[in-house]
């Protein structure tokens, strides 16, 4: 095995556990953000967004622009 690959392949644990670590950061501070967000919003327009969402999900196969909503 080249030299190069084989200390990318054994610094990579190191690496992968760092951003899983700030993945699991990032999701907490996105559930906080989504949460105020969600408790601050109109409860009409949190069921009109869900409905959004279920609409684009089963249409996405047959159509993607369905999945612009997302933008």
């Known amino acids: 095995m080249n030299d190069c690959n084989f200390m990318k392949m054994i610094r990579m644990s190191k690496s992968l556990c760092h951003k899983y670590k700030q993945a699991i950061t990032g999701h907490a501070d996105s559930n906080q953000a989504f949460e105020k967000l969600n408790s601050t919003a109109d409860p009409a327009l ?18 993607p622009k369905s999945m612009d909503i997302y933008i």
């Open 46 to 63: 949190v069921e009109e967004w869900e409905m959004q969402e279920v609409d684009a999900q089963i249409a996405h196969l047959h159509d």
